[in-house]
């Protein structure tokens, strides 16, 4: 069985600080992992997506994750914080087996001035 | 184009009522899915349509009934609900392929009275 795990509920950050959100992954197989970002009363919207061709990857709006498979983790991170990253953030896993995505709780992201 | 419209964006329906959500997409997607998301929770998924055929139901109760009339259409219709059915509804949207990215509505704001 696939899922992800986000420790914690809460980061808090300050303006241009770095940002380091976690997520561990747990699967049978080689997963097909993605972070994406929801701000408030809208959907969600892809940030970056892991598919094995690159172990660093980059996104959107100045973020990058690593995989690293020794540590079965996908952390997103962004050297300085912005006002406008304020936002939950969710890590999914896919497996392939159907096109199921699977999400973990989330986390949401506070920037101080 | 790589939007996924959902309408309504806002709904209020009574128990009784029969009311009916729509999703489209306009980019060649094969995979349509549905998902509830209630606050400070990850989405939760309802549905799963691929090639038009419903292939993932996650034990949804019958008072939602999906249809997909159309490779670029999605509804959900809505019937005899509950108040603890009141949540965001998502649509989203992708390749049926495993490492294909999600791409979502902006969801339509349900509440049951």
């Known amino acids: 069985a696939q899922s992800v795990t986000q420790l914690g509920s809460h980061v808090s950050v300050s303006e241009g600080a770095l940002v380091l959100l976690r997520c561990n992954y747990s699967?049978?197989?080689?997963?097909?992992l993605f972070w994406y970002v929801q701000y408030p009363n809208q959907g969600l919207q892809l940030l970056l997506k892991y598919t094995s061709a690159a172990t660093l990857v980059k996104g959107i709006n100045g973020f990058e994750a690593e995989f690293k498979k020794s540590e079965t983790s996908f952390h997103l991170t962004k050297p300085s914080a912005h006002m406008s990253d304020a936002a939950e953030y969710f890590c999914?896993?896919?497996?392939?087996?159907?096109?199921?995505?699977?999400f973990g709780k989330g986390i949401t992201l506070s920037v101080r001035p | 184009d790589t939007e996924v419209t959902q309408t309504p964006k806002h709904l209020v329906m009574g128990m009784t009522n029969k009311k009916s959500l729509k999703c489209e997409q306009h980019?060649?997607?094969?995979?349509m899915y549905w998902y509830k998301q209630k606050a400070k929770k990850p989405p939760e998924l309802m549905f799963v349509y691929s090639y038009e055929k419903l292939s993932i139901n996650e034990s949804v109760p019958s008072r939602f009934s999906p249809e997909c009339p159309n490779s670029s259409l999605l509804n959900l219709h809505l019937h005899a609900l509950q108040p603890e059915d009141s949540a965001l509804y998502l649509c989203?949207?992708?390749?049926?392929?495993?490492?294909?990215?999600?791409?979502f509505g902006q969801g339509t704001r349900l509440t049951v009275v």
């Open positions: 980019m060649g997607h094969r995979a």
């Open positions: 989203a949207s992708s390749q049926d392929r495993g490492w294909a990215e999600a791409f």
């Open positions: 699967s049978s197989v080689p997963p097909y």
């Open positions: 999914a896993v896919n497996t392939g087996a159907n096109s199921k995505l699977t």
